[in-house]
């Protein structure tokens, strides 16, 4: 549940006083340091520590960003006077890591330009005063440039980093040895993150051991996303992903948070064109499969910008705020479940809003995850009368209203009565039923009977009394025309060898209930779709009785149905390991025969007694060429047979080679023959240079080219030192 603070009429800090229609609080001016003074878009100003929502923001009064602290007795801002950039003209963006207050504050410029540090303040918090103060040696600075925003965030070894855009690049820095030193900022290093136009931002964001930039390239109509490991080098970085790209699909509009699963959030805005399409998304990378979802907020037709998005782990929501019209006007909200990304159509429900002025934009809050204790505070600001104005949400830790049901049974003949059973998350109050048929319901759990053939759309829409939840199944429910007991079937294959097996299906219309199938074979079957197979050659005549729950009964034959042939009969194949090689030398033998042999006859070719083992194996005791001969046999009696060689050297014989040497039209050429060789392939040396390495087939013709004089060749195992002798050859 959700409490929103509605302002009808009511006296604020500093005597300023709320309009009728006004939607939450008015806060002081912010005159002398610009416009947008909770800008920028990625950047997060607000922080909750020792049960207190805290501000960096802009005083008037004394020209500095001070700390401010939220009282909610009062809504109102108090300024605690502890000082974090006395420039104006500047904007932060803060990190509360638990232990100290980091802000990183910059010079606010729409385009980067060179000359403005910006710089890291850090702060510790005394909980007995419930006051900061500024820790020695701060601030530091990140770069010297002026930006439209700079994010910053802590990985999990304790390192900070910081990303901007300047020269149309996203630079990033990180620090080293702790927080007072930062490195050199440097271009991000990873397609997409230049060429960028002068208006795209960059963020950042720290999760599941990483840390990870997205940047918007209005040029390349896209988001992109770069991942480092928190354990890698600064300057190293996984290559980009698009987490959304098409045209139109980009704007300067980017504000990330991250989940303890290591999912990571990002509320874009596009600029899209069609009233249609999704103009403001939101983005969730999958920390699994480095994948992006899109999700839709609001579509153009809305005109919602600068979105920011805020988690509720421990109830499971999200909350996103965006501003609607696109040049400023109120800021709205919408809720979703963070497993079941889905928001309601329409433009959202107004959160901050300033009835006389509609000027409203740049909502901030958190980088932190909220809760029911913290509850939710958004701070903005209104341009045209130049006021801070915030809000605040009041949340549970209650599962989110998440509308789902059942149903059953969703198929069968009319009429067709259905159970609907209510599985909706969250405290419902009202059970609102559309059962696709005109009829309705506003039981909870209902059951519906459907009285006309056709397919039903089911809705359920519930209540909590502030929020809606709507769940529709489409084609939940399909109801069929009661037709009469007929008995019918049909099977594959109808034809083949035997032994065949073959594949039957209920066709029977009538809602039978029990089935008694004859196969032709003497055999039967009480299966609804059984598979059968045939053993014997013959043509089979099918039958099926089919009887319904009133006992009634009905009967299909199929003559001559299945058609099963003798079988293939057998072809011989086999495979050798080795082929070749040294006595003694023993070879397995493989069948890999098909058509269903029953035995095997092995002649392995050396006059010993033949194998009548399926794989045998074999060992030669001599040297010698065998020719071994596979025959198989089947059940019917038809054989095949195939022969292959097996070729044994005898012990230390070693390679012989003989050369004879001739001209052909004045070509040197050499014919080489060599025996003794145990290996597949053979290399090939003339004088004492490798020329070629080829098959061991004992024969080999190498040419030369023109000339005279002698030249000496050598036969080796290949890849090996195992040669002939030396052999001569004269031209």
Known sequence: MLVVAVVALAALAGGLLAAVGDIGYR??????????????KPESKLWWNDGIWWAVRWDTASQDNLIFRLDTGTHTWVNTGVIVDTR???????????????????????SAQPGVAANLYRFSYNAATKTYSRDAGFPTTISSYRTESLVIDKDSMGRLWATWVQDQKVYVNATTTSDQTWGTPFALPVSGASGLTTDDISSLVSFGGKVGVMWSNQNASAFYFAVHPDADARTSWRPSEAALSGPGMADDHINLKADGTGRV???????????????????????????????????KSEHHTRPIVVLNEVAGTLQMFATSGEEGG????????MDAISFSAGIGTAFIRDAASADMNDATSTKQTVNATSGIVVLASNDSTGHFWHNEISTT???PLTAEFTGSPLSGDAPLAVTFTDASSGSPTSWSWDFGDGATSTTRSPAHVYSEPGEYSVTLTISDGSSTSTRTRSSYVTVGQTLPLAADFSGTPLTGAAPLEVSFVD???GNPTAWSWSFGDGTTSGDQN???????TGTYTVTLTVTNAAGDTNTRTQSSYVSVSPPAPPTASFSASPTRGTAPLAVSFTDTSTGSPTSWTWDLGDGTTPSTEQNPTHAYAKGGTYTVTLTVTDNGGATNGTSKSVIVSEPGGGITLSASGYKVKGIKTTDLTWGGATSANVDIFRDGVKTVTTAN?????????????????????AGTTTCSGNVAVTF
Do not use: M
């Open 27 to 40: 806060g002081e001016q912010f005159s002398g340091t610009g416009t947008q003074a909770t800008g920028a």
């Open 88 to 110: 104006s003209g500047t904007r932060a963006d803060a990190l509360w890591d638990g232990t100290r207050l980091y802000v990183a504050s910059h010079g606010f410029s729409n």
């Open 265 to 299: 959030f990002a509320a874009v805005k596009t600029s899209v064109s069609d009233p249609d399409a999704g103009l403001v998304q939101l983005l969730v990378r999958d920390p699994a499969t480095g994948q992006w979802s899109a999700h839709v907020y609001g579509r």
């Open 330 to 337: 109120t800021v709205y909200r919408k809720s979703a479940p």
């Open 397 to 399: 830790n209650a599962p």
């Open 507 to 509: 066709n029977s219309t």
């Open 530 to 536: 059984p598979v059968h197979t045939y053993t014997s």
């Open 697 to 717: 087939d004992g024969a080999h013709t190498d040419s030369i080219g023109k000339g005279s004089g002698t030249h000496t060749y050598k036969v080796c195992e």
